[in-house]
């Protein structure tokens, strides 16, 4: 048998059988929950956090960015976008804003989309980001004094 019938014949056999698992997060692990019946659609969804990429990341943002509510803009829009993000934002004396997170890529990809804009009176002129790691250090997401 050529190797592309053999394939086509599995993948066949495997649409044949109809039987669609879905995954329910209990607890720390997933496991596979009743079969679908024939005909019946499956609703799309956001998979458990324990299978998307979780990733830290360490910001500096730079411009006027202090005494224009920078931080809690950040701890907000995290609760407001309800956000999948720990860690903490702080102010440095340099002037500028520091921002460690840890959660979902997407999740930080959007606070950092919110991130560059700011608030009304802050102005961004610079980003400095570094990903590194997740560690899970963190349990909630705080503003630092």
């Not at 692990?29 to 299978?51: F, K, L, R």
């Amino acid at each position: 048998m050529n190797k592309r019938l053999h394939i086509a014949t599995v993948v066949a056999v495997l649409f044949a059988a109809q039987t669609v698992f879905c995954e329910q997060k209990t607890g720390e692990t997933a496991t596979a929950v009743s079969a679908v019946p024939q005909g019946e659609q499956i609703a799309t969804h956001t998979p458990p956090v324990s299978t998307q990429t979780l990733k830290r990341i360490h910001v500096f943002i730079s411009g006027k960015v202090q005494g224009v509510g920078f931080r809690a803009f950040v701890s907000q829009k995290v609760d407001t976008l309800k956000l999948n993000v720990t860690g903490w934002v702080k102010n440095l004396p340099d002037g500028r804003v520091e921002l460690i997170a840890e959660g979902p890529s997407a999740d930080l990809e959007r606070l950092m989309t919110e991130v560059a804009k700011g608030p009304a009176a802050a102005r961004v002129d610079a980003i400095e980001q570094k990903e590194a790691a997740y560690t899970g250090e963190f349990k909630r997401f705080a503003v630092e004094p």
